[in-house]
């Protein structure tokens, strides 16, 4: 697929529509070659449907999935006191490709779940406002590892390995989620911002109590004692908060590192 030179909305839809007709090969592609993930497809079954799982009809998705499996039964009594089996069943992890209207791509994961067991968030925008231009094989095997490894969490027969883990903390804290219906920013973003915040309410606080309570009260001789003292007493905040920023900031570049180190393996 090639961008369009002065391109319109619709050019984009088209775009699209190329990808709904050729991504279901590519995909096969993927799992053929993946040995890694073959219990899902043999416990789920991997569905691949370039117009949505909602009986292929919508022309605005593309979704990549484990089906639904029973993985155990319980008895229950009736309302007239007879028993019956009630199977439970547990539906595998979504990877939903949704164009929006001005032709750009939302790209999302839904977690696995049973009627017991869900995980915290509903949805994870793993991005958003894409060209649809870029849903080519090279960019399309990143997200097969993203469903792959989220599979592997939050399914009860998961086994995540040390590379599924590190995707995860990546999804959960530098993606946008779903929890209870709202949208959250991302939790790295949340963080810095009220590392920073912290850093400028405690600073400034202290410097203004004391220019409007102590130092009027105060003589040269006293007053330079106590600028000594809260000098050093604000100097020592300013490097408490600087030192916990700059933590944050190692474990968001360790974290972007083992993610590129898990895209060049992946290629």
Not at 20 to 32: I, L, P, R, W, Y
Not at 120 to 147: C, G, M, R, T
């Amino acid at each position: 697929m090639r961008k369009v030179k002065n391109e319109t909305r619709y050019d984009r839809a088209k775009l699209f529509e190329t990808f709904q007709a050729t991504g279901q090969s590519v995909f096969e592609k993927f799992k053929n070659e993946d040995n890694n993930y073959q219990k899902f497809h043999d416990y789920y079954s991997l569905c691949i449907c370039p117009k949505g799982r909602m009986g292929g009809v919508d022309n605005r998705k593309f979704e990549v999935f484990y089906g639904n499996r029973i993985f155990d039964l319980k008895k229950k009594i009736k309302s007239d006191l007879s028993v019956e089996d009630e199977f439970l069943t547990e539906h595998g992890t979504i990877l939903s490709f949704q164009l929006n209207d001005h032709g750009y791509v939302a790209i999302m994961l839904f977690p696995s779940r049973t009627e017991y067991t869900k995980a915290q968030e509903s949805a994870i925008f793993v991005d958003n406002y894409i060209h649809p231009y870029k849903l080519n094989e090279l960019f399309l095997k990143k997200y097969w590892n993203y469903l792959n490894s989220y599979m592997e969490y939050t399914s009860i027969d998961g086994c995540p390995t040390t590379i599924d883990k590190i995707r995860h903390i990546y999804l959960k804290y530098f993606k946008n989620l779903v929890i209870d219906g709202k949208y959250h920013q991302k939790k790295i973003t949340t963080w810095l911002l009220s590392a920073v915040k912290y850093a400028f309410t405690v600073g400034l606080s202290g410097f203004l109590i004391f220019i409007f309570t102590i130092l009027p009260k105060m003589n040269d001789k006293e007053t330079n004692k106590q600028l000594n003292s809260i000098q050093s007493d604000l100097e020592e905040i300013i490097k408490n908060q600087k030192n916990q920023i700059e933590k944050i900031s190692k474990d968001t570049i360790f974290l972007k590192q083992e993610n590129l180190k898990i895209k060049s393996k992946s290629k």
